[in-house]
């Protein structure tokens, strides 16, 4: 009982949250709020969690990143996945390096293996964070989609490099070589394993809804079992399962754009992937708050100073962290963009341009998220001897201040240094997509055209005389509508085929349009983002003719 009534309590501080940042008119962030509400049970009740590490990573991580890979979008990913590896990889064992070695200076009790495996959290930067900081801002459309493949990647490479550390402290044994050897044999196994348990599944239930029709709430279950079942696969085969989610939605990503699903599903999924997004994040971050009194308080006694001291050697240990974590990210960018800049311009192709405003919005970009939290929860309870885990409590608390602090070091410094687009930015990016908009429509009025050829009709040809005016139409539906619930038996069945012949019609259209926006975003004339709002626009008008 006591299990059930604390779920109810995190999902009411999660929905709370949500009003309250309104009420503070969005000056204070949701994670704050979230991790406020969240120490607010833990002190005014009686209720607590134990966390099981096993089982809070399980239950997750594998949503989360493979969220992450389905919906992050994919243009320039080719073109630039050198540079992206660059940082995705690249930057996150850099920052694992330098980092840890600050963190186990900095703070001697902590162990260096445990440094290691908290600056390796620490590296992943949050996909939805780093669209919503810069979404309306004048930052190159590459260098965003740079950044926003990066932040997708390194969520898999952080953790994986994470876990590496955590075995180094429950083994007492580490070989860089042998690391190096298992983590590319791990990363290859995971990516294949989510690409191939994705690609059995979708292709299996494409066949049965051929064959026995579509239900959408078994199509929606399904989405949500597909993350498990790679992360399941990957660890009974002993590769990466962090991968394997990643994999898994990237996939899902790529398979969604063949327009296999009925629009009330892909609908369904939306709202109910939508939902799970809002309460794994915000349960997270609600967790965080409900552990912060007992974390704060056994993590005190790992800092050697004087009691009334301890506070703000922790603010200093946090603002530190963040600081190195901006310097390591700020110099590897340069150097990453200076490195795809001179290789361009030696194959006579045009170059990044290495603003420095740019690079710095870019490390102060790197805002950390709930992947970064749930990965530092995960972290074990004990070593294998019954020992408590060095350093966890500290590690905890060190992370959540890392949140907190680089959320507001973002909301705070990326408005002064990259300003809002112009409106004369939006208006002609808006008339580049019109030659789409004007084929869209083209395809749709051929898509009527050839529907109503091939719809049998038996009522005559005054039923099938549809006025032209949208005012028009739409009284005549109404009237017509009307006329079939009182016209004589005779008639009222020309009336119901016509409104039924005009429905199909309306939908034939509507999936015209929807095939060609999928074309645009596989040839990358439209953003992911453009095509969803699109899509779901097309999804919504369909599924209430349907519903009609």
């Known amino acids: 009982m006591e299990t059930i009534t604390i779920t109810l309590a995190l999902f009411f501080a999660v929905v709370l949250s949500g009003p309250l940042e309104r009420l503070f008119r969005m000056r204070i962030p949701r994670p704050f709020i979230?991790?406020?509400?969240?120490?607010?049970?833990?002190?005014?009740?009686?209720?607590?969690?134990?966390?099981?590490?096993?089982?809070?990573?399980?239950?997750?991580?594998?949503?989360?990143?493979?969220?992450?890979?389905w919906r992050s979008p994919r243009q320039g990913f080719e073109r630039d996945l050198a540079l992206i590896l660059g940082l995705a990889i690249g930057l996150v064992v850099f920052t694992v390096i330098g980092l840890g070695i600050f963190i186990h200076w900095m703070i001697p009790a902590m162990p260096l293996a445990v440094a290691f495996a908290l600056a390796?959290?620490?590296?992943?930067?949050d996909t939805l964070a780093v669209s919503a900081i810069l979404k309306g801002r004048a930052v190159p459309e590459r260098l965003l989609q740079v950044l926003e493949g990066e932040s997708l990647?390194?969520?898999?490479?952080?953790?994986?490099?994470?876990?590496?550390?955590?075995?180094?402290?429950?083994?007492?044994?580490?070989s860089l070589r042998a690391a190096w050897q298992e983590f590319l044999g791990l990363a290859v196994g995971g990516f294949l394993t989510g690409m191939a348990v994705t690609y059995a599944v979708a292709m299996a239930k494409n066949i049965i809804s051929e064959k026995l029709g579509e239900e959408a709430g078994g199509q929606v279950l399904i989405s949500l079992l597909m993350p498990f079942g790679a992360y399941l696969a990957a660890e009974q085969l002993g590769v990466s399962p962090v991968l394997a989610a990643v994999a898994a939605g990237l996939t899902m990503g790529r398979l969604e754009q063949g327009n296999k699903v009925g629009a009330v599903t892909r609908l369904d999924r939306k709202v109910f992937w939508d939902m799970i997004q809002f309460i794994?994040?915000?349960?997270?971050?609600?967790?965080?708050g409900e552990q912060l009194p007992?974390?704060?308080a056994r993590a005190a006694h790992l800092l050697q100073v004087p009691e009334e001291h301890k506070a703000g050697w922790l603010l200093l240990y946090v603002c530190s962290i963040v600081g190195i974590l901006a310097a390591l990210?700020?110099?590897?960018?340069?150097?990453?963009?200076?490195?795809?800049?001179?290789?361009?311009?030696?194959?006579?192709?045009?170059?990044?341009?290495?603003?420095?405003?740019?690079?710095?919005?870019?490390?102060?970009?790197g805002v950390r998220g709930a992947v970064t939290l749930a990965g530092i929860l995960a972290l074990p309870l004990f070593l294998p001897d019954g020992s408590p885990f060095p350093a966890?409590?500290?590690?905890?608390?060190?992370?959540?201040?890392?949140?907190?602090?680089?959320?507001?070091v973002a909301a705070i410094g990326l408005p002064l240094l990259v300003p809002p687009v112009e409106p004369d930015q939006q208006t002609r990016r808006a008339r580049e997509n019109s030659a789409i908009y004007v084929e869209a429509a083209e395809a749709a009025i051929k898509a009527i055209q050839t529907a109503d050829q091939q719809i049998p009709f038996s009522g005559g040809d005054g039923a099938k005389d549809i006025?032209?005016?949208?005012?028009?139409?739409?009284?005549?539906?109404?009237?017509?509508?009307?006329?079939?619930?009182?016209?004589?038996?005779?008639?009222?069945?020309?009336?119901?085929?016509m409104g039924k012949i005009e429905r199909d019609l309306q939908i034939a259209a509507l999936r015209a349009e929807r095939d060609i926006y999928f074309q645009a975003a596989r040839a990358d004339r439209l953003t992911e983002e453009e095509v969803r709002r699109l899509v779901l626009a097309l999804d919504l008008m369909e599924t209430r003719l349907l519903a009609s």
């Open 34 to 69: 979230q991790i406020a509400l969240g120490a607010a049970i833990a002190l005014s009740t009686d209720l607590s969690i134990t966390l099981h590490p096993d089982v809070f990573f399980l239950l997750f991580l594998p949503p989360l990143l493979f969220l992450d890979g």
């Open 280 to 288: 794994a994040n915000g349960v997270v971050f609600v967790l965080l």
């Open 329 to 365: 990210r700020f110099l590897w960018v340069w150097g990453c963009l200076t490195a795809a800049a001179t290789w361009a311009r030696s194959r006579g192709r045009k170059g990044w341009q290495t603003d420095g405003k740019q690079v710095a919005a870019a490390a102060l970009a």
């Open 153 to 174: 990647f390194n969520d898999a490479s952080g953790l994986v490099c994470m876990q590496f550390a955590v075995a180094a402290v429950m083994t007492g044994i580490f």
């Open 120 to 125: 390796a959290i620490l590296s992943p930067t």
């Open 392 to 408: 966890r409590d500290l590690s905890i608390l060190l992370a959540a201040g890392v949140i907190i602090v680089s959320l507001a």
């Open 467 to 497: 006025s032209s005016e949208p005012v028009a139409r739409l009284i005549e539906t109404y009237r017509k509508r009307i006329a079939a619930h009182t016209a004589p038996d005779d008639r009222a069945e020309i009336f119901l085929q």
């Open 294 to 296: 007992e974390i704060v």
